[in-house]
């Protein structure tokens, strides 16, 4: 069997779902090489950049830069990742950020990966062109793939919900742990140690690992339940945001639709709130 998946949509690895696809792609080239298949990824070279090692010796099915802009990158998915994968010989498509990124009637055996649809619940998600894709054009052309897979039996219940499809058609495959990466470490070793040392952290602390998107990710909900709790006032106090990019940190706890009933949330009496560059 020859497995081709798609590598568009996933924020260029650093994402939930970039993650997700990068530890998901060495895990089945090793099945599927075991199995007597092949796995062959498609996406721009950046794509091939962003996932780096993960790719191994995937064969590689280039499609121009052009398409690393959002909208025409979904329009591409959309009308020609089906053509291309076939032409490549693909005896399956696997759409692994199909909540992103889907194709229209695809030509051959197509599995969607949903991860969420988030956007269905939580008002101004995203700008009204991309709500009206997701909406009108993503939901339609998820409605056409041969399997439907869903992270969660949340999630699940969206896509029954929003395809209007029935229960049994999408299938529920949990996400796992990298224990290769997310292993137990002690507490005094050097790593630990050095990561303490550089975010200030010198009394007990509520680890949050989430990009900094308002409102898709709550972290302002966090900040309003953490403020007035005397266990977090005393014992925790800081609350430090380590952000790759402090300004855009900055902007996104403060809420660019909704600042001033964000400013409250963002600057609680009872926390002190630091930004800094980098995550140690």
Known sequence: ????????????????????????LPRLNEQLTHAGGTLAVLGTARDFDDCGS???DADRI??????????????????RAGREARVAGADVLLLPAANRRATWRSTLPTVAVVHDLAQFHIPHKYDALRMFYVKRVLTA??????????????TRKDVVW????????VRVVYNGVDTQLFAPAERESSPVA???RAAGLRRPYLLYASRLEHPGKNHVRLLRAASP???FARRLRRFRVCAAHPRLAEVSLAGRRRAGECAGAYRPSALDVSIQSGMP
């Open 141 to 154: 052309a998820l409605r056409t793939a041969s399997e439907l897979v869903a992270v969660s039996e949340a």
């Open 62 to 79: 280039q499609i121009p830069s052009l398409y690393e802009a959002p909208a025409l990158s979904a329009l591409w998915y959309l009308f």
């Open 229 to 231: 709790q005397p266990v």
């Open 162 to 169: 929003r395809l209007g499809c029935s229960r049994e058609r």
């Open 194 to 196: 050095d990561a303490r």
């Open 54 to 56: 993960a790719l191994g």
């Open 1 to 24: 069997m020859r497995v081709v998946i798609a590598l568009g949509g996933i924020d260029r690895g650093r994402s939930g779902i970039g993650r997700y696809v990068r530890a998901v």
